[in-house]
């Protein structure tokens, strides 16, 4: 955990912020894999960390704005748990670690909640994403599973995306932890790579990199050389020369930030000519999206000006034709970019998904795009200092996207079907790196950048 104070000023940032009412947020309880004691690894609810930082089941947590109280809900170790699970620091002893005063049993909260309602007052809470939680939030509220969504707190969602959107200098230092991490699962995938082994090989020895770092992958690990399938989870396939092999992984450290690279290589260890070709303009993507990308400056501006290089690169080997403008105007870039540049990272690997995309990655000033592909991009608002989000574009040879598209000719006046046809078995390319916003641009986040050069990651595939 962090110090208590970081604890403290957060929730009283939310006091002020809420203003009246009582701010509820609940803790995750155990979920059960395939019997009730077989659980899936505990991972704490995001919201409930970054205000209450404790990382054990069972706990919610209540900000009281009129009376002023924070409370822990929970129940001390009884002689079971002591046996079976060792014991744990008193609830008292939990909550002043969070800077908390005062604590009640769990069944206690059910109380405190209805004599709120019944003086009419607000009880704000999070939109709940866990079967569990939304069980004990309809239970406590007395609302039907069904009817929850109507009672969430907008004012709730809008000011935690506000506090947690700008990264604290504690919250840095983890990401770049989970960064190092990340970096040493990246270069193993490459060290092991080569025709013959199955992917999960891989897959498993670099979950292992990040269970070691005493955490845990920060999602399911992507790791496929059927690289044009953006979020592949399947790893059993024996890897083959002349593919392409994409490892999109992070880590999570044990407070619960998120890296997340991509990196996509040869499985032979040397790129041929038409690989090289289109890698190079992904890295000029990325690249040039992290010289732009600084506060003040559109998220979707920086999506956009990605697009136009691959746009620019794809014209220039005979893919694509026409106004490099008007094309990325038409969405044609999408055939081979179907996706957005990135989005912000940090307790979540997709930072605050769960309070709806809409709220963490637009605002008043910027609605998402209904055009396929940029309709995908999570981050659209202005950037600003301490924002942390990653830059991730791509190529891909998706050959039933690219079916479709020729047979409806759709944006056939930017692209030559013709030769796209010749990248049918291609596969795809997607580099990601992460970065943090500061006074005047944007820093690279972690101790060394992942080997992304032809020269840098031939050399690590080598060794
Ligand atoms: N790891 C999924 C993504 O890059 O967004
Ligand atoms: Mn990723
Ligand atoms: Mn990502």
Known sequence: MFEQDIYVNRRNNLRQMISSGVILFLGHNES????????????????????????????????DIEDGTDCLYGNDTDIEDIIWNGDLPSMQEQASQAGINSVSPFRDLRIKLLSAIRKGRK??????????????????LGVRISDLENYVSKKLIKSVVKLRSEKEPCEIAEIEKACDTGYEMHTLAMRMCKPGIYEYQITGAIEGVATGAN???????????????????????????????VTDAGAETYMGYASDFTRTIPVDGKFTKKQLDIYNIVLAANNHAQKIAKPDVFYYDVHTAAAKIITEGLKDIGLMKGNVDEAVINGAHALFFPHGLGHMMGL?????EDLGENYVG???????????????????????????????P??????????????????????????????????GIRLEDNI??????????GKR????????VEEEMSK
């Open 32 to 63: 059960p894999t395939n019997y009730a004691g077989n659980t899936y690894r505990f991972r704490q609810d995001s919201n409930f960390l970054y205000f209450f930082g404790l990382n054990l089941p069972q706990l919610a947590g209540v900000i």
């Open 348 to 352: 979540d690997v997709h930072d605050m």
């Open 362 to 392: 637009y605002d008043d000033e910027i609605q998402r795009s209904t055009q396929f592909g940029t309709a995908y991009l999570r981050l659209g608002r202005r950037l600003k200092t301490n924002f942390v989000l990653t830059v991730e």
């Open 436 to 445: 943090v916003i500061t006074n005047d641009g944007c820093r690279m986040l």
């Open 394 to 427: 791509g190529i891909y040879f998706i050959p039933a996207l690219i079916a479709k598209w020729d047979s409806e000719r759709i944006n056939s006046s930017f692209i030559d079907f013709g030769k796209v046809r010749e990248y049918l078995d291609f596969g």
């Open 123 to 140: 009880i704000h809470f999070l939109p709940p994403y866990r079967g569990e939680s939304k069980i004990v939030l309809s239970e406590l």
């Open 449 to 456: 950048r992942i080997p992304v050069t032809k020269e840098e």
């Open 215 to 245: 955490g845990m992958p920060s999602f399911p690990i992507i790791q496929s050389q059927n690289s044009e399938i953006l979020h592949n989870h399947n790893h059993n396939n024996i890897l083959q020369a002349g593919k392409l092999m």
